[in-house]
């Protein structure tokens, strides 16, 4: 059987999202003709059909399903190996973090320190996502990320824990339930949630929310309310309570890399992260204790 062209799953996997031939190639940028001579000349290679051609477009075969799953690996592994090869060869190293707007438990900082005294550290680029970050380890876009479990994936990668927060829920001042101690999820029947962009088609009912500022300032104006991470009341703008929500599930951070890294500025950066949590964790009791890697 003859190889894959790199180049003929990319038009493959494009077919197979748009499901239509004249979308696909108008997103890859090409004619249709040169699209479909090369879906069938993949067809040939792997001497399979992929794909059904119908009166309205395209379906995938059972054969066309399981390649855009392994397609879509294929194509991230490339796109990491070559991003990845390209630091790598940068006269000036630096190591790229992802991580969700005050998605860090309030660790940054001390983790930060805890790696720029280590004698090899490289500067640290920060990149924000509230949404990709894992997308963003797979492809190369990051060589690090903290994640968030259980709204983040972390299925392919490899992760330490740091620390498990409780949650809070976020009201304006003036909402009844600003009063109480405390809050259930029972009371919170009714109010507006935020959508988050992993999963956009969640629970909440208001609008996706990209970043902390954003989220508080809707909060602020009585269009909804949130449940956060513990550590989001340090950053309250004026207006805002937080109020405890026993019942809430806890959410966990943890620092995640790709499986296939061999960065030695990598492992100092995990490593860094895990001492910064065990010290913060000793600092302050509320926060739980770090336990095994994940798996």
């Not at 979308?23 to 059904?52: D, H, K």
């Not at 490593?271 to 994940?294: C, G, I, L, Y």
Request: glycine share 8%; charged share 25%; with cysteine.
């Amino acid at each position: 059987m003859d190889e894959v062209e790199t180049r003929e799953l990319r038009y493959f996997v494009a077919l197979a999202e748009e499901l239509h031939f004249g979308r696909a190639a108008r997103r890859l940028g090409i004619a249709q003709p040169p699209l479909s001579r090369a879906i069938r000349q993949l067809e040939r290679r792997l001497g399979v059909t992929l794909v059904e051609r119908t009166s309205r477009g395209a379906c995938l075969t059972a054969a066309g399903e399981v390649l855009l799953r392994d397609g879509r690996a294929a194509l991230e592994a490339v796109a990491a190996a070559t991003r990845r090869a390209q630091r790598a060869g940068l006269a000036d190293p630096r190591l790229i973090l992802a991580m969700k707007p005050g998605g860090d438990g309030g660790l940054l900082p001390d983790i930060l320190a805890e790696y720029e005294a280590q004698p090899h550290a490289v500067p640290v680029e920060i990149v924000f996502s509230a949404g990709e970050r894992p997308a963003m380890l797979r492809d190369g876009r990051a060589d690090v990320a903290l994640l968030l479990r259980p709204q983040d994936d972390l299925s392919g990668q490899d992760a330490e824990e740091l620390l498990t927060e409780q949650q809070v829920v976020l009201l304006p001042e003036r909402h009844p339930l600003a009063q109480r101690a405390s809050v259930s999820l029972a009371d919170l029947t009714g109010e507006t949630m935020p959508r988050w962009p992993a999963t956009p088609d969640g629970n909440g009912a208001g609008p996706v929310v990209r970043d902390i500022g954003q989220l508080m300032q809707l909060i602020t104006l009585g269009r909804m309310v949130a449940v956060v991470p513990e550590s989001v009341r340090g950053r309250l703008h004026s207006g805002l309570v937080g109020r405890p929500v026993p019942d809430a599930p806890t959410t966990t951070i943890f620092v995640a890399w790709h499986p296939a890294s061999t960065s030695r500025h990598v492992a100092a950066f995990a490593r860094a992260a895990t001492t910064a949590a065990r010290t913060a964790t000793s600092r302050n009791p509320r926060h739980a204790q770090p336990v095994k890697p994940a798996t």
